[in-house]
């Protein structure tokens, strides 16, 4: 099993900046992927970004550019570096954790809101 802990959401302005982190409580590079979904309100939850056991990263298009996943490896943390932000991207944001193709894990979310 993995916890997950999201923390850094919150309110910004539009053209504004966060950063989320997910604390998982073991070591991140063993995990088999850990990703970033969001969830806006009366809308599906949808994928954002994605990093991959070898460090290989993948992104929606709709973040292409503006967002960066990573990961610190002696912090056992992931991070979500969001720039540029709108009001559409106003949603929960929820970490994922899989310790293999099977056993996924989420965290509890945390709430971006993109508003002037």
């Known amino acids: 099993q993995v916890q997950l802990v999201e923390s850094g959401g919150g309110l910004v302005q539009p053209g504004g900046s966060l950063k989320l982190s997910c604390a998982a409580s073991?070591?991140?590079?063993?995990?088999?992927?850990m990703a970033w979904y969001r969830q806006a309100p009366g809308k599906q939850r949808e994928v954002v970004a994605q990093?991959?056991?070898?460090?290989?990263?993948n992104y929606a298009d709709f973040v292409k550019g503006r967002f960066t996943i990573s990961r610190d490896n002696t912090k056992n943390t992931m991070y979500l570096q969001m720039n540029s932000l709108q009001p559409e991207d106003t949603a929960v944001y929820y970490c994922?954790?899989?310790?293999?193709?099977?056993?996924?894990?989420w965290g509890q979310g945390t709430q971006v809101t993109v508003s002037s």
């Open positions: 990093i991959l056991l070898g460090g290989t990263t």
């Open positions: 073991r070591s991140v590079s063993s995990l088999y992927v």
């Open positions: 994922y954790a899989a310790i293999d193709a099977w056993n996924g894990y």
